[in-house]
């Protein structure tokens, strides 16, 4: 089954001169006002390279034409395997897709149970997001606290990777997990040649909001990109704090963060696939709370899709994600929002678009559900409507004429499966029947499909002779030893 193709670009909230402007005055940080990386092998690569650096304050001055030679050499577009047929994409041009992400600190789970999220969350959303249609790649997307920090690498990733056979991607917590997913990847490609050739595995490093690479994620960055694997170097300055109150400033600053990270990662490894990553937020001023869900982060994640687009980058954002702590309507206007205006503009690689509540702080089993829905009608408004001899119906309404009704003819039959979108959470029943179902609300309906989903049986994407082998050589790799079931006080499943 081929994976659907939806474009965005229609919504453009920068003009060709408010491009070009954002673009000139990050050329003058980048030259001028230049990046601070406390890393020595990485100041001296930039330096032997032609950028200008002052090991006093650790400050990397980058001039603009190697700016400008370093994003040439960045691949246009990359495609990010799947490990099971129709779940591979294609990241860059204006392609959309959505998934995951945030590392949650807690979950909301089918209980209503706000808690600590654990390594078996971490594999339940994995399931529930193998099977979500609208879902593309799974990016970690909570932390577990019941693991030891120096093995969070291998166990989430290799989590991910069991539940499911779209794309995955994640942090990086220390060196040697780095080190140690990398081969456990390669043992299930084959061997690291064809892991590289077909990587089915990113990973995200962090830049510091503002204009600061900390040694280890510099670390981290060089590493990956010398493998040449998928990277992210997420940013997240937050307008009126770590960047510019104003939204203009805070996309100077952004922008110059995410070109650095791809500037440094050509400079390792020229035609390494990087992201223009940007995690755009701003801040209330009267709480001092940042804010994932205002529509000025979609704002601001439209237009750096519009300054990626510039750069002939694949980018990276985050929209979808809800100050809202429950499944409620705050959440839904502000992921159904901030979720358009990235969809519209044509944003490639969308995360924390499924279940991030809080700010990103709680993942809810039950807003993937909702968020489903969401996405589905973001993708559903990229299909447009189709013009054609046979669409237009001329033949349909000669036959049924004045005063008929289409229900029964065969056109109807033949397009109302692919013309409508059906909402999985939506009721759309008559007000008793509505009732008589026992009055669900779209919470509860998530709630029940989410646990139909753990609830399934399927093939193991690892097969289990290769999963022995990978654990007798890595004894850290957790076993979660009741697999996929779980039991709710909501009922079992």
Request: proline share 5%; net charge negative; hydrophobic share 40%.
């Amino acid at each position: 089954m081929k994976h659907p193709i939806y474009e965005g670009g229609g919504y453009q909230v920068l003009t060709d001169k408010e491009i070009r402007q954002i673009h000139e005055t990050t050329v003058k940080v980048l030259e001028n006002v230049g990046f601070e990386i406390n890393h020595l092998p990485a100041l001296e690569l930039f330096e032997q390279k032609g950028a200008r650096v002052d090991y006093d304050t650790n400050r990397v001055y980058v001039p603009r034409e190697m700016i400008s030679r370093l994003i040439k050499q960045a691949p246009e577009e990359f495609v990010f395997y799947g490990r099971q047929e129709g779940k591979s994409i294609t990241v860059g041009g204006k392609q959309v897709h959505f998934g995951t992400g945030g590392l949650a600190l807690y979950v909301l789970d089918l209980d209503r149970e706000k808690r600590p999220s654990t390594l078996q969350d971490v594999a339940n959303l994995a399931r529930i997001a193998d099977r979500l249609e609208n879902l593309d790649f799974f990016i970690i997307p909570a932390y577990p606290h019941d693991i030891n920090i120096d093995t969070v690498d291998v166990n989430t990733k290799y989590q991910a990777m069991l539940n499911t056979g779209k794309p995955v991607m994640g942090g990086i917590f220390n060196q040697q997990g780095l080190e140690d997913i990398i081969k456990i990847a390669a043992i299930i490609a084959g061997g690291l040649e064809k892991l590289q050739r077909r990587p089915f595995l990113g990973f995200i490093s962090s830049i510091t909001s503002p204009l600061k690479i900390s040694s280890d994620h510099a670390e981290y960055i060089m590493e990956v990109a010398r493998y040449g694997l998928p990277l992210a170097t997420s940013t997240a300055p937050a307008a009126g704090a770590t960047a510019p109150v104003t939204l203009a400033g805070t996309l100077v600053q952004q922008n110059a963060e995410a070109l650095m990270g791809v500037i440094f990662t050509q400079l390792v490894n020229p035609g390494t696939p990087v992201l223009y990553s940007a995690v755009p937020v701003t801040m209330d001023m009267r709480t001092m709370s940042f804010l994932m869900g205002s529509i000025e982060s979609g704002l601001m994640n439209a237009a750096i899709t519009q300054m990626a687009h510039h750069y002939r980058l694949p980018c990276y954002l985050t929209v979808g994600t809800t100050d809202s702590k429950l499944p409620d309507a705050q959440a839904a206007h502000e992921s159904a929002s901030t979720a358009m205006l990235a969809a519209l503009a044509g944003g490639n690689f969308i995360h924390e678009a499924f279940g991030m509540l809080d700010g990103a702080m709680t993942a809810s089993y039950a807003q993937y559900i909702i968020d489903n829905d969401i996405i589905g009608n973001c993708l559903r408004t990229l299909r447009g409507i189709e013009i054609n001899e046979d669409t237009l119906a001329y033949d349909a309404i000669a036959k049924v004429g004045p005063g008929g009704n289409y229900l029964s003819e065969e056109h109807t039959v033949r397009y109302m499966r692919t013309e409508l979108y059906s909402p999985r959470t939506s009721d759309r029943k008559p007000y008793q029947q509505w009732i008589d179902a026992g009055s669900k609300d779209s919470w509860k309906r998530a709630e029940d499909y989410a646990a139909q989903l753990l609830a399934e049986s399927s093939e193991p994407i690892i097969p289990p002779e290769l999963d022995a082998q990978i654990r007798d050589q890595f004894p850290d790799l957790v076993n979660l030893d009741d697999g996929y079931t779980l039991r709710w006080k909501t009922g079992s499943v």
